[in-house]
């Protein structure tokens, strides 16, 4: 017992783990997942919770790795989820939210993620400086839930979003509330209502991707003459249909015509891809221009061919 006390005062002064330095702790949670950040270690000491709400933790939110358990059914909102799954997207909410002190500028979400109306005003209230949003899913939201939380981010300069039937509810509320928005994304086919709503309500757009979807070469004219402003425009994989008036039928271009080169001639950057040997090219038209994504590999759709849009 001597010889264990006489150790015990030989050994120099063991430091706590709520004494190691903040940068350092800083470093080791950049490191961590979602899951990991939002797994109690803000609870261990006062020291770690001051470490874990550093908004050098926070400028993303990236909860790309959380899917929902869901069945699609016949009725709105065509998808029924989980109710565990809604447990566990809300606790990592607010555990998140929480720590990330209103410091949070970009926000992922999973394209198989779909979020209900009170988690999504949740996020509005507490992401007020919000950049980037990459939100694909939007069937559990009603549209002025969806609406007032666009209100909400004036800051917005890049959106991913879905393909939408009836979109000038939406693209007016963006124009009305996201001054600087120069980004976005459709993930999903875009017709001429469409690409008409785009140039009348974002005219003003710099980047624009419809990468892996059916456009109708009416809808990419729009495009091309109302957003005069654009700077890159990526139609890779599309399928490009031309309608044709009756009583002719419609028919996928093998290749851009000459109008459309034209007009695009001014863009910085025209990203196209209609290669019958490209694998993604191949898919789009095996998958009749609505990419099923979660048929390939997991983090497909993340991809794109403009960088800033990529994740």
């Known amino acids: 017992m001597l010889t264990d006390l006489k150790m015990e005062e030989d050994v120099p002064d063991r430091k706590n783990w709520e004494d190691l330095d903040i940068d350092i702790l800083v470093k080791i949670f950049q490191t961590f997942d979602i899951f990991e950040l939002t797994s109690g270690i803000a609870r261990v000491c006062s020291t770690w919770r001051y470490a874990a709400c550093d908004p050098l933790l926070w400028r993303t939110l990236d909860l790309s790795m959380l899917k929902s358990n869901f069945i699609k059914i016949p009725l709105?909102?065509?998808?029924?989820?989980?109710?565990?799954?809604?447990?566990?997207?809300?606790?990592?909410?607010?555990?998140?939210?929480?720590?990330?002190?209103?410091?949070?500028?970009?926000?992922?979400?999973?394209?198989?993620?779909?979020?209900?109306d009170d988690q999504l005003t949740y996020i509005a209230e507490r992401c007020p400086k919000l950049k980037r949003l990459v939100l694909p899913a939007w069937n559990r939201i009603k549209r002025p839930v969806l609406c007032k939380a666009i209100n909400m981010w004036q800051d917005l300069e890049s959106l991913t979003m879905p393909s939408i039937a009836n979109p000038p509810c939406i693209m007016e509320e963006i124009s009305n509330s996201c001054k600087?928005?120069?980004?976005?994304?459709?993930?999903?086919?875009?017709?001429?209502?469409?690409?008409?709503?785009?140039?009348?309500?974002?005219?003003?757009?710099?980047?624009?991707?419809i990468r892996c979807s059916m456009l109708f070469k009416d809808a990419l004219l729009i495009i091309l003459d109302g957003l005069r402003h654009l700077e890159v425009l990526n139609i890779s994989h599309c399928i490009i249909i031309e309608v044709p008036p009756p009583p002719a039928p419609r028919k996928v271009l093998k290749e851009l015509d000459e109008m459309i080169l034209e007009k695009a001639s001014r863009i910085r950057e025209f990203l196209t891809c209609m290669d019958d040997v490209c694998v993604m090219c191949r898919r789009t038209r095996l998958d009749e221009g609505f990419l099923r994504w979660y048929k390939y590999e997991e983090g497909l759709w993340k991809e794109d061919e403009v960088r800033s849009l990529a994740i």
């Open 76 to 116: 709105e909102p065509y998808v029924y989820v989980d109710g565990r799954s809604d447990k566990t997207l809300t606790r990592v909410l607010k555990i998140s939210l929480n720590l990330s002190c209103g410091n949070i500028t970009t926000l992922i979400f999973h394209y198989n993620l779909y979020v209900c």
């Open 180 to 209: 600087k928005i120069s980004e976005l994304k459709i993930m999903g086919p875009c017709d001429m209502f469409f690409a008409h709503t785009l140039a009348s309500c974002l005219p003003n757009l710099k980047v624009l991707s």
